[in-house]
DNA sequence: AGATGTAAGGTTATAGTGTAACATATTCCC
DNA sequence: GGGAATATGTTACACTATAACCTTACATCT
């Protein structure tokens, strides 16, 4: 699990992006699905930041890679796959699709989502957990699944706001 | 508030109905913002029934009513209204609006959806609101605001089910 | 290796959701 | 009534996603 702090600042992302194509290869053996070449190529361009990004912002990337045309159904059944396989998950409210770091464990979706940066990171919280399952059981509702998506700012972004607004500041009084 | 309960089975829905209208009015006349009449039939559309409904069904019921052709901007313009007025929300897993309950009290969008009947019903809930607040704080996170929608079964259709598998069971021993 | 069944990907067309930009009408306030 | 601001009408289009059908690649058996 990758911590926001991490995701929001520079670090090696070389390692995100290898350890999630390994861990799906893994995964996808373990399975006895097949991550053709496609599918890992789409997981791979998923990962290139930790910003969720749409689905034709990823066929456009797959379009530039292969100098040939590419058409919607072509990534969307590779998010399909991904997403079945829990590889990726799809943040509803900007109609995205991000990496997830976690594959291995089910779990439901939920993030913070920098309105600064637009880096999403999945957080794994029990208490949020608990409270969802508990307020459904109160309500006598079935639960079946659960996404939570939580809209701020980082701390680098609270940062570089801070500054801005002394910027702002120092240049009005000057 | 209404009850996952009551908005799943029978009720007088025009109490629902006059109930939405009437705190819209007021609403709107204590913030000086206007609830035109295109707002309010928009409005009370949406509050046809429980079930979240998406922009153009909204569209196709407004050109019934009115026997004119209505364009899409004529509807996301009343939508945008009531969504910045707090009066409906949208449930993004759904791409759909569904009448708030509660328009006087700010609060966030958390929804229980029920994959039955599409019933969906809001959750006002402390214990989930808190969780949501400590893990956004444990982060560093500066929350704006967050979006929570469960999907699952509501009681009756819980029971639906049942005795669906019910007489499945007893047609297969016959 | 060749036959055959299944899964994956290619291709075309179209459905569903949402907005930009500009024209017209309505309302508010003086 | 005149003029500004707000609201609505209208046309065109952008973005997101899927249906339907065809071809290719792969896996398995003989």
Chains 1, 2 share one sequence.
Not at 43 to 71: C, F, I, N
């Amino acid at each position: 699990m990758y911590t926001l702090a991490k995701a929001c600042s520079h670090h090696n992302h070389g390692h995100c992006i290898s350890d999630a194509i390994n861990a799906a290869r893994q995964l996808c053996d373990e399975r006895g699905v097949r991550l053709t070449s496609l599918r890992e190529q789409v997981l791979e361009l998923v990962w290139q930041s930790h910003k969720p990004l749409g689905a034709y912002t990823l066929m456009d990337m797959l379009a530039q890679a292969s100098t040939r045309r590419v058409a919607p159904p072509t990534v969307y059944r590779a998010l399909d796959f991904l997403l079945e396989e829990g590889l990726i998950h799809r943040i509803n409210s900007l109609n995205a699709y991000i990496g997830c770091p976690s594959p291995t464990q089910k779990h439901q979706s939920h993030f913070l989502i920098c309105q600064g940066c637009s880096v999403a990171v999945e957080l794994d919280n029990t208490q949020i957990n608990q409270a969802v399952v508990d307020a459904a059981a109160a309500a006598g509702f079935t639960l079946a699944s659960h996404t939570i998506e939580i809209n701020g700012l980082c701390p680098s972004c609270q940062q570089q706001g801070s500054q801005n607004e002394s910027a702002k500041l120092g240049a009005a009084q000057a």
